[in-house]
């Protein structure tokens, strides 16, 4: 189980919008370099980017503070917003990306996605925003009629390497992440699913050593990160106890 | 109904009463759940919950360092009658002692002592650390609508002792850790939980709900 920390990036700064909303962002550090090597030194062993200003205007827009984290850790990193297009995604993993993640592009063009599957296998990570159970796109501001499973379920067998599925309603707003549709989605289809939007205390990452969450990849972690409500030396160690636990346990049957 | 939940410098019990307070509201329950250090506030409450974590030594000594408590837990709990629910180390210091560390001298509400998990397979780290599935020995009003069984809810466990309860009538659930491990225990008003009710989600909040409907 791996918890993913989140730099969101909007001007060139680490900021935490509330519900997606571009207006209420608040800044948390001004240089998110510094803001990456700070979660690697906490123990973290990945890294979760969003370039904010990307995903509204549908291409790369804070590319230099992007290059700045990838030269400040050695932790993989995953990068979403605004990569629609397969000379960005090879641009991206040429600079050292671990993994791209397509979000309106995938659903707008589902065979961009099996393509640049192909070409980079295992280094594609689905991004499923969802309002409702619904796919939102454009930067959370539109919303369409497609159903979050009937997304997921367009990229069974193509080699996608996690969904990253957010439930809008709770990002940023610490009311808890959906575990129900979280979950329902990890048991719909065979892509590894990552819990995103909402995780707001310890109790959250307790939440996610129960058994029924096994089948998640892990969880991204925002402003419970930033603002000290998800201590991350006790949330890493209750991941790491509690795997060792069950696995031993598991063996015993 | 005001339910005292003692405060004397063991662990963030910041979880606990928002717990406390969840579970009452989530279940039509009007009580006030006061966070207190206080032991007159203990002696006058309606219910008292005893949390802890770390050594049953450094509780009991941390409970004895707070003017008057210890008495007022047992004036509520014995001669009020009041409900008690122990959590952790806070059940742990229901026995006659605790052998951690070194021996210390508990409430001796239930027989026996706390003494360390010993699971059968080698495999099996201590602390038990996670979710367990729990199983009851006797019907009791706080498991009351709980589904237990290795198909029912989970409970959350930090612990590396137990308490090894003399009169098998006091086990009122076990969990299986390599063999069996006191999940919680009961006589007449007093209760306690080895699982953190207040981080076990929907067992959790259950468990809780019931203790405060609890006419023992």
Same mark, same amino acid.
Request: hydrophobic share 45%.
């Given at each position: ?28 550090? %001004?240089?998110?370099?510094?803001? %990456? ?14 370039? =904010? ?48 993640? =397509? ?15 192909? =070409? ?27 159903? +979050? ?36 989605? #990890?048991? #719909? ?47 890493? +160690? ?10 031993? +346990?598991?063996?015993?049957? | 109904?005001?339910?005292? /939940? ?9 979880? @606990? $009463?928002?717990? &406390? ?8 329950? $009007? ?12 002696? $006058?409450?309606?219910?008292?919950? *005893?949390?802890?974590?770390? @050594? ?6 941390? !409970? ?12 509520? @709990? ?8 122990? /959590?952790?180390?806070?059940?742990? *210091? ?7 560390? $070194? ?32 199983? !009851? ?5 706080? &498991? ?8 029912? !809810?989970?409970?959350? &466990? ?13 086990? /009122? ?21 080895? &699982? ?10 259950? !468990? /809780? ?8």
């Amino acid at each position: 189980m791996i918890l993913f920390p989140a730099i969101d990036l909007k001007d060139s700064q680490c900021v935490r919008l509330k519900l997606g909303n571009m207006e209420q962002a608040t800044v948390y550090n %001004a240089d998110p370099a510094a803001q %990456a090597r700070v979660f690697e030194a906490q123990g973290f062993e990945w890294l979760h980017v969003v370039d =904010l200003n990307g995903a509204f205007e549908g291409r790369s827009v804070n590319g230099a503070a992007v290059e700045a984290i990838l030269s400040a850790t050695k932790n993989p990193v995953q990068l979403g917003g605004g990569i629609r297009a397969l000379a960005h995604i090879e641009n991206w993993l040429t600079k050292g990306l671990a993994r791209v993640i =397509l979000g309106t592009v995938a659903v707008r063009n589902p065979d961009l996605v099996k393509d640049a599957c192909r =070409l980079f296998p295992g280094q594609i990570a689905v991004g499923i925003d969802a309002r409702g159970g619904k796919v939102a796109v454009e930067g959370w501001a539109e919303a369409s009629t497609l159903g +979050a499973v009937e997304l997921a379920r367009k990229f069974e067998g193509v080699g996608v390497a996690a969904i990253i599925y957010t439930d809008i309603d709770r990002d940023g707003v610490l009311s808890g992440i959906n575990w129900e549709a979280t979950i329902a989605l #990890a048991y #719909a289809v065979s892509i590894p699913v990552i819990a995103s939007g909402g995780l707001a205390s310890l109790d959250d990452i307790r939440r996610m050593t129960l058994p029924d969450a096994k089948k998640l990849e892990g969880a991204i972690s925002g402003r419970a990160l930033y603002d000290g409500r998800i201590d991350p030396a006790e949330a890493l +160690a209750i991941l790491r106890d509690s795997q060792s636990a069950s696995r031993s +346990a598991r063996l015993t049957r | 109904m005001r339910v005292a /939940i003692i405060d004397y410098g063991s662990g963030n019990l910041r979880s @606990a $009463t928002k717990a &406390f307070e969840r579970a009452a509201r989530e279940a039509g329950i $009007t009580a006030e759940i006061d966070l207190t250090a206080e032991a007159r506030r203990v002696r $006058t409450a309606d219910r008292i919950v *005893l949390p802890g974590v770390g @050594a049953y030594a450094d509780c009991a000594a941390g !409970l004895h360092a707070v003017d008057g408590m210890w008495e007022a837990v047992e004036e509520a @709990a014995i001669d009020r009658a009041r409900p008690f629910l122990g /959590i952790c180390v806070g059940m742990q *210091l229901m026995s006659d002692r605790g052998l951690e560390k $070194t021996i210390t001298k508990g409430f001796g509400w239930i027989a026996g002592d706390v003494k360390e998990i010993e699971p059968a397979d080698p495999a099996l780290k201590i602390p038990q650390i996670g979710w367990n599935t729990i199983e !009851l020995r006797h019907a009791h009003p706080l &498991f009351a609508g709980i589904p237990t069984g290795e198909q029912g !809810l989970h409970a959350y &466990f930090v612990h590396s002792y137990h308490l090894g309860a003399k009169r098998p009538e006091d086990i /009122i659930a076990v969990a299986d850790y390599g063999g069996p491990v006191t999940a919680a225990v009961a006589r007449e008003n007093l209760a306690g939980t080895q &699982f953190h009710p207040e981080k076990s989600q929907a067992l959790g909040l259950a !468990l /809780i709900a019931n203790f405060l409907r609890w006419n023992p």
